[in-house]
């Protein structure tokens, strides 16, 4: 062995723990940047491959009533690409009208920007870089900001025609999985389980996302709506996207419908927006998602916030909405798929063990609290009547 190779620990005969930890985070930025370079493929990739997981028991339910097994398969995949078709002309359409609207509130950006930079300069703020930052406000300059969000048309057209080419062939070799899982299953039984479980912990939590982020998308659209916000349309359906970013979202979704809401309405529209995306966001994500999704979701809020981050740079806007599946994904093949990681479990998330035992652990505290406070300690008058009935003697009548 060379006297640059890395030794062997004596007693356990593996490489030392602080040498794994710095190969393993090396080969960890290694993927990475392998990752990002190939984003504009690999996105849209995973993508269809959530999709066709939450697809899958549609068409396996065809099957059981009797539909052929190619026509149920073509049938699952028009209708999903049918859905992401549909959202897409929307989204283009409800674009479309909010860059046509742009230009009639000029005058109101013009005038905004004249008091930031007026602001900015009392601050000492150098006259270039206000210049720069009012010329952002230009209604041409926040049109292409945000055609630049969302890509080109090009790029558009080129990721559908991955994901419906991907889905067909996905969906195809879709009806060997349960084979080819049994196969898996005598020699990698962990694996099995643990993709198993990833696809059903995946489907719900993507389907009641969905659900709920329609939802959230319908009551915001028609709030504003109703409030007279432009481009309410365009602001659901962001809404609607958003509702798949756990954390961040919220706040990228209410950005928009406040700054023209202040455009048209003033301040008492700004805290209307507030308000309703407040209550809105706030009982769906907060409230009803995690009782619905349950345990299907067991990662820790850190990890949930860090994922959000690492799978947008990794991948982009895609990423940013698939980062709690692809969360899964890894720790289903690292974790849960090797017996010897699965004390990572309770570090990596809440699992249903690790709430049993704190609901336990608060329930013995309540208990002992209240037994504590039922035992009465003797009040303070108690106490001076026994000691005046300790001190006094009794009186003797006199002889």
Not at 42 to 64: D, K
Not at 257 to 275: A, C, N, S
Not at 326 to 336: I, Q
Request: glycine letters at 10%; a positive charge; one cysteine or more.
């Amino acid at each position: 062995m060379s006297s640059t190779e890395p030794r062997l620990d004596g007693r356990t005969g593996r490489y030392p723990r602080g040498t794994i930890i710095l190969l393993g985070a090396a080969a960890a930025v290694v993927v990475g940047a392998g990752i990002h370079s190939i984003r504009d493929i690999l996105a849209p990739v995973l993508l269809t491959l959530v999709l066709v997981i939450c697809a899958s028991p549609v068409r396996g339910r065809l099957e059981r009533f009797g539909v052929p097994p190619g026509l149920a398969t073509g049938s699952v995949i028009l209708v999903v690409f049918a859905l992401l078709a549909v959202f897409t002309y929307t989204l283009i359409i409800a674009f479309a009208q909010f860059v046509a609207m742009l230009p009639t509130y000029a005058s109101q950006f013009q005038e905004i920007g004249n008091q930031i930079a007026a602001g900015l300069a009392r601050l000492g703020i150098g006259q270039s870089q206000i210049q720069s930052f009012v010329g952002g406000l230009d209604p041409g300059s926040i049109a292409a900001a945000i055609t630049g969000a969302l890509g080109s048309v090009t790029s558009i057209t080129g990721a559908l025609v991955i994901v419906l080419t991907m889905m067909i062939l996905m969906a195809a070799d879709a009806a060997y999985a349960r084979t080819i899982l049994r196969q898996l299953s005598e020699r990698r039984p962990e694996l099995v389980q643990a993709l198993r479980d990833y696809a059903t912990n995946v489907r719900r939590y993507m389907v009641v996302t969905t659900v709920l982020g329609v939802v959230q998308g319908v009551l915001n659209a028609t709030a504003l709506f109703i409030m007279g916000v432009p481009a309410a349309l365009l602001w659901g359906l962001l809404a609607f996207l958003c509702s798949f970013i756990p954390n961040i979202g919220y706040f990228f979704a209410i950005i928009p419908p406040l700054v023209f809401g202040f455009l048209v309405g003033g301040w008492p529209t700004v805290v209307w927006v507030i308000v309703v995306y407040g209550v809105i966001n706030g009982v769906v994500q907060s409230i009803i998602q995690p009782r619905v999704v349950g345990h299907a979701v067991s990662l820790s809020q850190t990890i949930t916030f860090f994922s959000v981050l690492l799978w947008a740079a990794l991948t982009g806007p895609i990423g940013a909405i698939l980062a709690i599946p692809l969360t899964l994904l890894v720790k289903a093949l690292l974790v849960d798929a090797n017996p010897d990681a699965h004390w990572l479990r309770p570090v990596i998330g809440p699992t249903s063990e690790t709430r049993d035992i704190l609901r336990s652990e608060e329930a013995a505290a309540k208990t002992a609290r209240k037994s504590k406070r039922a035992e009465t300690p003797p009040t303070a008058k108690s106490r001076r009547g026994s000691g005046s009935r300790r001190g006094s003697t009794p009186s003797t009548p006199p002889a």
